[in-house]
């Protein structure tokens, strides 16, 4: 697998990196792109997603592994479990 291509929308809250997939097997080969898309959230957003997925946010924690602070805008973590 590679990434032939990537975009990212802002406004949309998404990313989307076109990937390659080969497979070569004897004489045979074959090679397929897809488009893979990342979607980010707002921290509430996300949260109620969680919630309406029947999980419950146990633990948000920044990329340090420390409790995220309410106002993080960068990478957080969450830690769920099911109901």
Same mark, same amino acid.
């Given at each position: 697998m590679s990434v032939v291509a990537g975009q990212r929308d802002e406004a949309a809250g998404t990313r989307t990196a076109l990937l390659r &997939?080969?497979?070569h097997h004897g004489r045979d080969s074959t090679v397929d792109e897809r488009p893979w898309i990342l979607h980010? &959230? %707002?921290r509430e957003q996300f949260e109620e997603l969680a919630t309406t997925a029947g999980?419950? @946010?146990t633990? @948000? $924690?920044d990329a340090d +592994?420390? %409790?995220a602070r +309410? !106002? !993080? $805008?960068g990478v957080v973590h969450y830690r769920l479990q099911s109901g």
């Open positions: &997939y080969e497979r980010w &959230y %707002p999980l419950a @946010v633990a @948000v $924690t +592994g420390k %409790p +309410g !106002d !993080d $805008t």
